[in-house]
């Protein structure tokens, strides 16, 4: 499978961008990331811990609060922190911490739907972000949603110190859900969305280790194809709950277009009310988009996504943001 896989990487990208690739799939370590958690901490006391012990670190400056430890240095050197054990940061991939910063920041009361949501990284981000909002986490596996439930738990244990309860409503609730479903559930099927965040279920190409046979047993030239109808089913299901005139985000940490502009694609051909909103991300490893893959010729406004390349620093990931328009 690893000759397939690679030989299909030759033919989605030019050869320079395919060295890159190949050099950020045979990465065997990267820097250890995580985020402050606005809620309980700051930055300057995130610092302070750090500098206090020796820690040496580099601040990312794409979007506040995201830090990397040099590479010498493993999780484990947080472990015996106050601000580890605290939750006053919270370990997460670069990659991942990106896809919420591309949502409108706003201070209205909303509702937003984190469609696919364990472990809960993206979720917490939400309620950082969003001090007003209510977040709808749902997620299909019971061992991935008792472990989403555990993540938020442990920020309300001390109610005194954690604005996510208001009153007695949980500002993040979470369900035990098929996301594809969720018309009839008896609480989820009766509101609207402000915002969705739907990071799919997805082939995680851009997580392969390329050296690792392991990477490969769960992948087929029929993998791609599997998982974009999971997607679109995914986004068919809970594109009726997003209210006119608010936005998607949707991301995948996979390579092949199949899973990401083609998506992208099905639903600008498909819903019209969908318009394609330009992002940007000022990174060495971002690659031009992709415009047409085999015979398929992909929508212009698919060029407004992030499609950014596996590195030495961080896995390979794609990003999109559309806005439902009012019909």
Not at 49 to 62: G, M, Q, R, W
Not at 86 to 110: C, R
């Amino acid at each position: 499978m690893k000759d397939i896989f690679l030989e299909k990487l030759s033919h989605i990208y030019s050869p320079s961008h395919l060295k890159k690739v190949i050099t950020g799939l045979e990465t065997s370590k990267r820097p250890v990331t995580f985020r402050v958690n606005y809620i309980l901490s700051n930055e300057s006391e995130v610092e302070e811990a750090l500098e206090k012990s020796n820690i040496k670190y580099k601040k990312i400056d794409v979007f506040s609060g995201i830090y990397q430890l040099d590479l010498d240095l493993n999780e484990s050197d947080l472990w015996s922190l106050d601000i580890y054990t605290s939750w006053k940061i919270y370990l997460q991939s670069f990659a991942s911490q990106l896809p919420v910063h591309f949502f409108e920041a706003t201070d209205e009361t909303i509702n937003i739907l984190d469609a696919t949501a364990a472990p809960g990284g993206k979720t917490l981000q939400l309620a950082e972000m969003f001090p007003n909002a209510t977040i709808y986490a749902v997620e299909k596996s019971k061992v991935r949603y008792e472990k989403l439930k555990y993540n938020i738990k442990k920020l309300w244990e001390n109610p005194s110190q954690s604005p996510l309860i208001r009153g007695e409503v949980n500002r993040i609730q979470a369900f035990h859900l098929d996301i594809t479903q969720i018309w009839k559930h008896e609480i989820l099927k009766d509101i609207k969305f402000d915002k969705i965040l739907v990071d799919v279920p997805c082939s995680s190409e851009g997580r392969f280790h390329i050296h690792d046979p392991k990477c490969f047993d769960h992948w087929d030239q029929w993998t791609n194809k599997r998982y974009y109808r999971l997607q679109k089913s995914i986004l068919d299901a809970i594109l009726p709950f997003l209210k006119s005139e608010w936005e998607l985000i949707y991301s995948t940490c996979t390579l092949s277009p199949e899973e990401n502009e083609w998506i992208l694609h099905y639903l600008l051909c498909n819903y019209p009310e969908l318009s394609s909103l330009p992002i940007d991300l000022k990174q060495d490893n971002i690659q031009p988009w992709i415009t047409q893959f085999w015979k398929y010729i992909y929508k212009k406004e698919t060029t407004n996504c992030i499609r950014c390349l596996p590195s030495e620093k961080s896995e390979g990931f794609f990003i999109a943001k559309l806005v439902k328009n009012i019909n």
